[in-house]
Nanobody
Framework: QVQPVESGGGSVQAGGSLRLSCAAS????????MAWFRQAPGKEREFVAG????????YYADSVKGRFTIARDNAGNTLYLQLNSLKPEDTAVYYC?????????????????WGQGTQVTVSS
């Protein structure tokens, strides 16, 4: 099993940037499909970005495409999400998730391990 732990959240003004990190303990991050999800108050958890085992292929929700970048450092056992040009609608708790499946999927049920979440708040 792998135990993801997110960090890097905070409060920023619209147009600002944040970099989220997901550090993995237990099994190494390199053995899992990784993804970021987010959940705003009263909303369903939604897919943000995913990345394959090696980092060669990445996938993004339409709402964040061109603004967010997912990356992984398997040697450092860390997953990242760079959030640029932030908008108030990006406000949510962001979760790191790991999957034992063979490819990136956008549904939460495909992921086996989850972090505790880190809050991102974007003010106008």
């Amino acid at each position: 099993q792998v135990q993801p732990v997110e960090s890097g959240g905070g409060s920023v003004q619209a147009g600002g940037s944040l970099r989220l990190s997901c550090a993995a303990s237990g099994r190494t991050l390199g053995g899992y499909i990784m993804a970021w999800f987010r959940q705003a108050p009263g909303k369903e958890r939604e897919f943000v970005a995913g990345i394959n085992y090696t980092g060669r292929y990445t996938y993004y929700a339409d709402s964040v495409k061109g603004r967010f970048t997912i990356a992984r450092d398997n040697a450092g056992n860390t997953l990242y999400l760079q959030l640029n040009s932030l908008k108030p609608e990006d406000t949510a708790v962001y979760y790191c998730a790991a999957s034992r499946r063979g490819s990136v999927e956008s549904v939460p049920s495909a992921y086996d391990y989850w972090g505790q979440g880190t809050q991102v708040t974007v003010s106008s």
